[in-house]
């Protein structure tokens, strides 16, 4: 079964620093996700995009954040200063529609 | 404003016995609810999905049911095996806001041998 894979696994980054969160959904999809999950918290939406737009954010996703389809298999993620608070697994996701939506194995950000 | 509950936080059952996990939501506007696996540190992976239009789906030992009206799903896991042991997430998909999925906190399964 095609897979969302998801680069680097793990990435640990000095609090300020901008970090980009690399993506290669299912080949055939046409809508992109990112959620994030905090350690012990629930999986939280950020962002959502379709047509080479954005079309949902979360409050969460706010000026620091950016997504970015720079071609035709990748669907990147960059955090331009990064926090402590942004310290969390991001998971990526992509579906052909408003269907199943398939989740990659994740990226562990960790901000020191 | 969607919330999604998953009641119990934690269950531990005897290798063999049925699981019973919960799930409820708050506005039954939904477009569908999927029900995923998480092992520790990992990804999220799709168990099964339902559409609002339906009461249930079945594979293989999981069967996922839906009331709407009720807001609730559950997940009936039969004769649970050690490898069962992981976090069950819920997520459901509301039509009034597009495509994202919001999530309950999760069951944490351990099956004991």
């Known amino acids: 079964e095609p897979e969302v894979t998801q680069t680097p696994s793990h990435q640990v980054t000095q609090m300020g620093q901008e970090v980009i969160l690399r993506c290669v959904p299912i080949?055939?999809?046409?809508?992109f996700y990112w959620y994030r999950q905090i350690l012990g918290q629930k999986v939280e939406f950020l962002v959502s995009?379709?047509?080479?737009?954005?079309?949902?954010k979360s409050e969460i996703f706010d000026d620091q954040f950016s997504v970015e389809r720079p071609d035709g298999s990748n669907f990147t993620l960059k955090i331009r200063s990064t926090k402590l608070e942004d310290s969390a697994m991001y998971f990526c996701?992509?579906?052909?529609?408003?269907?199943?939506?398939?989740f990659g194995p994740g990226t562990r950000l960790t901000v020191t | 404003k969607q919330e999604v509950t998953q009641i119990p936080a934690a269950l531990s059952v005897p290798e063999g016995e049925n699981l019973v996990l919960n799930c409820s939501f708050t506005?039954?506007?939904?477009?569908?609810l999927q029900w995923f696996r998480q092992d520790p540190g990992k990804g999220l992976t799709s168990l099964l999905l339902i559409q609002s239009s339906q009461r249930e789906q079945t594979s293989g030992r999981l069967n996922a049911s839906l009331d709407k009206s009720s807001g609730r799903s559950t997940l009936y896991i039969a004769a649970s095996q050690p490898g069962d042991s992981a976090t069950y997430l819920c997520?459901?998909?509301?039509?009034?806001?597009?495509?994202?999925?919001?999530f309950g906190g999760g069951t944490r399964v351990l099956v004991k041998p």
């Open positions: 080949s055939n999809h046409l809508y």
């Open positions: 995009f379709y047509n080479n737009e954005i079309s949902e």
């Open positions: 997520a459901v998909q509301i039509k009034a806001a597009g495509n994202k999925l919001t």
């Open positions: 506005d039954s506007a939904i477009y569908n």
């Open positions: 996701a992509s579906s052909e529609a408003l269907t199943k939506q398939y």
